[in-house]
């Protein structure tokens, strides 16, 4: 069955390689500009998956992720957490001098030293993905984008350097969503809590995992928008729902919420290579 399957764009983006290294060529590709328009692209076609970006190991959560998710209607699941072992290059324009250099906020953040090092003087300016990085190179003689490799040949740009800092570990998870809920062995269970305003909440919740020796993968907290001092926090634990131990601590830990959301039980997968 062709499916349809959006992505964070637009092509030669990290998101786009993961959507087609797992989907291969049995989906359609739909590229979308911002995480919130995937999510939001899926909601509308139930059919569709949507990958999205949930971590990066230099620049940390995507907290546009966890807004989408939580205004997202119940029924959309995380059907499994993929990855991608990210190797960065710097495209340009051989023999013309950097002024500027284009990139997601994750990828300057990874680079940081290394452009300190080599580039010094030149203009960070952050873009919404690696994609439209190289989309404003390619369209400056005097601009560079730190993106994937690929992006090279499809926006008509020279490999300056690549890999950028091949030595240190650059990993991007992501999710995979959909309307079906998942099936199969699962690895980790994703969470949207809000606490009750009283004291001592965020102990209570997160005590029962503690007592059941569940580890957390992630929690992040995120103001609700419009919401001022409401809390939304986003939780991977380390466990499937179905084990024992998880059942025992979610039915536990749902006494101190305000709003308790699981969003999925799911395996997670191997890393790509990029």
Not at 11 to 35: H, L, W
Not at 230 to 237: A, D, Q, R
Request: proline fraction near 5%.
């Amino acid at each position: 069955m062709i499916r349809k399957v959006a992505y964070l764009g637009p092509e030669g983006t990290f998101a786009s390689i993961v959507a087609r290294k797992r989907y291969k060529k049995d989906a359609v590709y739909i590229p979308q500009p911002t995480v919130r328009r995937v999510v939001d692209y899926v909601c509308a076609h139930k059919a569709s998956v949507g990958i999205v970006p949930v971590e990066n190991s230099s620049g940390g959560i995507i907290l546009d992720l966890v807004d989408s998710l939580n205004e997202a209607p119940q029924g959309l699941w995380v059907q499994a957490e993929l990855a991608i072992n990210v190797r960065l290059a710097l495209l340009g324009h051989r023999g013309r001098k950097i002024e500027t250099v284009y990139s997601h906020f994750a990828p300057l953040q990874h680079c940081d030293d290394w452009l300190l090092r080599k580039y010094p003087k030149v203009r960070r300016v952050r873009t919404e993905t690696t994609g439209e990085a190289a989309t404003k190179a390619a369209a400056d003689p005097h601009a560079a984008a730190i993106a994937t490799k690929k992006s090279a040949r499809q926006y008509g740009l020279d490999v300056l350097t690549y890999p950028i800092k091949k030595e240190t570990p650059n990993i991007t998870q992501f999710f995979a969503l959909g309307w079906a809920k998942p099936k199969g062995p699962a690895q980790e269970t994703s969470l949207l809590v809000s606490l009750k305003n009283e004291s001592g909440s965020l102990l209570k919740f997160l005590k029962p995992f503690a007592d059941e020796g569940l580890n957390l993968k992630r929690i992040v907290s995120r103001n609700i928008l419009g919401q001022p001092n409401t809390y939304i926090f986003f939780v991977g634990v380390e466990a499937a729902q179905s084990h024992p131990g998880m059942r025992r601590a979610l039915a536990a830990a749902k006494k101190s919420a305000a709003r308790f959301r699981v969003l999925g039980s799911y395996a997670v997968e191997k890393a790509y290579e990029s």
